[in-house]
T-cell receptor, first 112, second 115 residues
């Protein structure tokens, strides 16, 4: 089955700087890679996703890149703001069933 | 409702008690997922429903865990004879269409503490 690894586990940046979170996956057949943001006491919320037929997708300050050959994908947040502080999860679909496999999460701190 | 609703938000159970956790998905959503999230970890898949059919229950950790969605809308996750290792946040998510590769909308979760 699919396995997703995520790093770093904690990331601290200054307001206005960029933040990058990286993930690797094991199942070369996976073709859907969502990213979720989870704030304290809330459920995860989708912020961006990418499918395997594209290498990059951007939505305002957030971008995701996918390298299918290397089986890794990354989240890039530019011009970070204090409200970006949260836990971010990458995920991949498990092609063997109906599972979405999540990474262990990255806790992002944006210092004002 | 506007989003996925879960109840109760918090549940404290004595070891050995049975608990039932409820999920109200977004109206009209076909797919419903249950996840278990341990402290400091990502959500782990438990089970998946497409309408009332439970198509994947491979993530349920033991036969003490049981889920149902009898009319294809509200779902209940039941845990029998709770153990301390069952302590976690249980998340429910729904999606408009069947299968993966679609946006999942999560509820706020039920935090279960087993004493």
């Amino acid at each position: 089955g699919e396995n997703v690894e995520q790093h770093p586990s904690t990331l601290s940046v200054q307001e206005g700087d960029s933040a990058v979170i990286k993930c690797t996956y094991s199942d070369s057949a996976s073709n859907y890679f969502p990213w979720y943001k989870q704030e304290l006491g809330k459920g995860p919320q989708l912020i961006i996703d990418i499918r395997s037929n594209v290498g990059e997708k951007k939505d305002q300050r957030i971008a995701v890149t996918l390298n299918k050959t290397a089986k890794h994908f990354s989240l890039h947040i530019t011009e970070t703001q204090p409200e970006d502080s949260a836990v971010y999860f990458c995920a991949a679909d498990d092609t063997g069933g109906f599972k979405t496999i999540f990474g262990a999460g990255t806790r992002l701190f944006v210092k004002a | 409702g506007a989003g996925v609703s879960q109840s109760p938000r918090y549940k404290v159970a004595k070891r050995g008690q049975d608990v039932a956790l409820r999920c109200d998905p977004i109206s009209g959503h076909v797919s419903l997922f249950w996840y278990q999230q341990a402290l400091g970890q990502g959500p782990e898949f438990l089970t998946y429903f497409q309408n009332e059919a439970q198509l994947d229950k491979s993530g349920l950790p033991s036969d003490r865990f049981f889920a149902e969605r009898p009319e294809g809308s509200v779902s209940t996750l039941k845990i029998q004879r709770t153990q301390q290792e069952d302590s976690a946040v249980y998340l429910c998510a729904s999606s408009l269409v069947e299968g993966l590769k679609n946006i999942q909308y999560f509820g706020a979760g039920t935090r279960l503490s087993v004493l």
